[in-house]
């Protein structure tokens, strides 16, 4: 296969149009058989539900050229797991998962010209979503759906090696008390916009939200889940029916616990204990992990001893470990990689 001609290092994480996307539409009651197509463009009605009532759930996942020349992706039963709970929140049709697995593989075969080398850090960047795309004017669910899944090449996501970052608490809320924290829907992220926006102008690169009901226990970021190391070295990840189940999170906290031997402790973590960790890191599909260096609570900064520097060294073991599974270097348990070539 031939690749396309792209400076891999250097492309950021941004859009770029590749060859072939997939489209299935619900419509009558059912899914139709899907297909590949050209067409970036998608025509809905004006009153589509996801235009008037923001009826959209989304997945993100990549793949990449493992060490031996494979293209593989990371546990996409996983997303397709947690996008049928996102659909089922928002009252949309379950995608079934044995044919969004074979959307994702589809697409990757397409766009293999974009799957970029191994050693280049870049990856393809796979985003499945769902919409209503019929008119919904009383409110009410929508009555046909377009499920679509497109990949686009991103850089890598650290330059140069992860520096760690500074993040604020935030004075909004990301998730209510049963509301739909933890689905993967865009509203979670239109109302997270102007706070990450304000964040940056104040110098921040991410706030850290606090449960809406107390204010007392960590939550997760806009789109990272946290995790914590305790000085000494137990693993600890906040829990909570708000924060959104990553899928880094849970793979990174069985890589704790049966490659590392760690101790892993997912329970509430309260902000008044986060300065007594050794080590604070944001986890997801974009940068694995994420170090974060400082936090700063309205003028009151928390200073992790692992400096501003580097990745603090447990957190280190965390993130080589997962991508060298990843990347095919260590031995992957049964069921996390998915050969596509
Ligand atoms: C997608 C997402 C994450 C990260 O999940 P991964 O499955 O690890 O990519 C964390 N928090 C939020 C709010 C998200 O939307």
């Not at 990689?337 to 070539?341: A, N």
């Given at each position: 296969m031939e690749k396309k001609n792209i400076d891999w290092a250097n492309i950021g994480f941004g859009y770029i149009k590749t060859d072939k996307r997939y489209v299935s539409n619900f419509k009558g009651g059912q899914w139709d058989e899907?297909?590949?197509?050209?067409d970036d463009k998608v025509v809905i009605s004006e009153c589509a539900g996801v235009l008037q009532y923001a009826q959209t759930v989304f997945e993100g996942l990549k793949a990449y050229t493992t060490e031996d020349g494979k293209v593989v992706c990371f546990r996409p039963d996983l997303n397709a797991q947690r996008m049928i709970d996102s659909a089922q929140r928002l009252?949309?049709?379950a995608f079934p998962e044995e044919r969004f697995i074979d959307a994702v593989v589809q697409i990757v075969k397409a766009n293999l010209a974009y799957v970029p080398p191994y050693g280049s850090g870049a990856t393809l960047y796979i985003r499945p979503y769902m919409f209503g795309s019929s008119p919904v004017i009383g409110v009410k669910p929508?009555?046909?759906y377009q499920f679509r899944v497109f990949a686009t090449p991103v850089g890598p996501y650290f330059k140069g090696g992860a520096k760690p970052i500074t993040i604020k608490v935030s004075d909004f809320?990301?998730?209510a008390p049963h509301g739909t924290g933890n689905i993967k829907a865009g509203l979670n992220y239109a109302m997270s916009l102007h706070a990450i926006?304000?964040?940056?102008e104040e110098g921040y690169s991410e706030n850290m939200y606090l449960d809406a009901a107390t204010r007392t226990k960590v939550e997760e970021t806009g789109g990272a889940n946290f995790l914590f190391v305790t000085k000494d070295n137990k693993l600890v990840t906040p829990k909570s029916d708000s924060i959104l189940p990553s899928i880094t999170r849970r793979s990174l906290v069985y890589v704790a616990k049966e490659y590392l031997g760690l101790e892993v402790e997912e329970r509430e973590v309260f902000f008044e204990e986060v300065k007594d960790f050794a080590e604070c890191g944001l986890c997801g599909t974009a940068a694995v992990i994420s170090p974060v260096g400082k936090i700063v609570d309205h003028g009151n900064e928390i200073c992790f001893p692992s400096g501003m520097d580097?990745?603090?060294?447990?957190t280190k073991k965390l993130y080589d470990t997962l991508t060298g599974i990843q990347m095919g270097r260590i031995e992957a348990p049964e069921g996390w990689?998915?050969?596509?070539?």
């Open positions: 899907g297909t590949l197509t050209d009252e949309m049709p929508a009555e046909e809320d990301r998730a926006v304000t964040a940056h580097e990745m603090g060294p447990v990689i998915k050969v596509i070539e």
